[in-house]
């Protein structure tokens, strides 16, 4: 079974297609990535793997714990490093509001807000994370192109069995169904040349 399906895919509604559609960058030349997005659990086991080339960006999403609205920090592949680019925040509520100096504020048309332009690296690639409830429902959401689908069938060729099969592969990647109330690291490797 493929790391990528294990559980119940969750489906975002198409507004939101439309609400937290990220332009990706022109991607670097097509073939096998050189980075994945990995989520392991506290034993070092991959729980996920995404093929995420030079260029190509992710966002780790939850719902409010009070409010429970969803926020969204996004992430992008810039030189093999994972940096912060942008977060959706649709309210002020408890713990969300904007830093200022960190990012520019923009309005999402909605009520809510974007913080553009805060392309903070993140240190050492990656980052621990507690894996909320299914109320909270932390999950990795791909917007815009390439899709996560066009990500899977670009590496396909790159290592056999290595990704899921397009036809079965959620738009969403629900952390909480795989590692509910556990610590994870989510991080973007480098992979290794030698063993695809």
Do not use: K
């Amino acid at each position: 079974m493929s790391l990528l399906t294990r559980g119940r895919a969750a489906w975002l509604a198409p507004w939101l297609w439309c609400m937290l559609g990220i332009a990706s960058p022109a991607l670097a030349d097509a073939g096998c990535p050189t980075h994945e997005l990995r989520v392991r659990d506290a034993q070092g086991q991959a729980l996920v793997r995404l093929p995420m080339p030079e260029g190509a960006g992710w966002c780790l999403a939850w719902n409010h714990s009070v409010e429970g609205f969803p926020v969204h920090d996004c992430y992008r592949n810039r030189g093999g490093h994972m940096v912060l680019v942008r977060s959706h925040l649709p309210d002020f509520a408890a713990g969300l509001d904007h830093i200022p100096g960190r990012g520019r504020q923009v309005s999402d048309g909605e009520g809510g807000y974007w913080i553009e332009e805060i392309d903070e690296p993140v240190p050492g690639d990656h980052y621990r994370l507690r894996v909320g409830t299914r109320r909270v429902d932390h999950r990795l959401v791909r917007h815009g192109e390439p899709s996560l689908a066009a990500l899977l069938d670009g590496a396909r060729d790159c290592g056999a069995g290595r990704y899921a099969d397009v036809s079965a592969a959620p738009v969403v990647v629900s952390l909480s169904e795989r590692a509910a109330n556990a610590r994870v690291t989510v991080s973007l490797e480098a992979l290794e040349t030698a063993n695809p």
